[in-house]
Nanobody, 112 residues
């Protein structure tokens, strides 16, 4: 059974940083493309970043380019999202995702 569990959310001031982690299990993690997605209050689910299985090529939605970095540790079956220069509009529940499967998410709130 695929299991994904996110950690690391919290309340941070604008301009601050957070690092999200995702623990994956139940599938051969190193073989799969992984994503971070988010959902802000009252809005649709939004793709944030993705990372390939092989070379680990990274892609980002325009609004986070230059501020967020996705990475993975295949030995630990772990996915990460380093978020810098956070803005209030980054406030959302963040999920790691394998295809259509997501974890329970972790809340990120950016507010002064």
């Amino acid at each position: 059974e695929v299991q994904l569990e996110e950690f690391g959310g919290g309340l941070v001031q604008p301009g601050g940083s957070l690092r999200l982690s995702c623990a994956a299990s139940g599938f051969p993690f190193k073989n799969y493309h992984m994503r971070w997605v988010r959902q802000a209050p009252g809005k649709d689910l939004e793709w944030v970043a993705g990372i390939g299985s092989g070379s680990g090529s990274e892609t980002y939605t325009d609004s986070v380019k230059g501020r967020f970095t996705i990475s993975r540790d295949n030995a630990k079956s772990a996915l990460y999202l380093q978020m810098n220069s956070l803005k209030p509009e980054d406030t959302a529940v963040y999920y790691c995702a394998l295809g259509a499967t997501r974890g329970r998410g972790t809340q990120v709130t950016v507010s002064s």
